[in-house]
């Protein structure tokens, strides 16, 4: 089992930058490919970037790709979100989460795939 914190999130203006973390505890973090999400309100929870265990081969949703970069450090058990270009409409609750699987270069983008979820940041972002 792993327990994952989110940190990072706050205010910010459209065009500007925020850089989520999430830290993880309680277990093997190399063995799971990681993730984010956004759940906005009124809204379904969305994938927005994943990493793989090894680190190889990120995918983005077409929404941020270009503007996000989601990178993760095996040895200090983190995995960060660095988004920049931020536009209102990526106004949400962002949510860390650990996929425990066997795949070690591709990852998976959905949510039901996922095994472990943080408690979320709010991003908001003021046009």
């Known amino acids: 089992q792993v327990q994952l914190v989110e940190s990072g999130g706050g205010l910010v203006q459209a065009g500007g930058s925020l850089r989520l973390s999430c830290a993880a505890s309680?277990?093997?973090?190399?063995?799971?490919?990681m993730g984010w999400f956004r759940q906005a309100p009124g809204r379904e929870r969305e994938f927005v970037a994943a990493i793989s265990r090894s680190g190889a081969k990120p995918s983005y949703a077409d929404s941020v790709k270009g503007r996000f970069t989601i990178s993760r450090d095996n040895a200090k058990n983190t995995v960060v979100l660095q988004m920049n270009s931020l536009k209102s409409e990526d106004t949400a609750a962002y949510y860390c989460?650990?996929?425990?699987?066997?795949?070690?270069?591709?990852?998976?983008?959905?949510?039901?795939?996922?095994?472990?979820w943080g408690q979320g940041t709010q991003v908001t972002v003021s046009s």
């Open positions: 989460a650990a996929d425990r699987t066997m795949l070690t270069i591709t990852v998976r983008t959905a949510v039901d795939e996922y095994d472990y």
């Open positions: 309680g277990s093997t973090f190399s063995s799971y490919a």
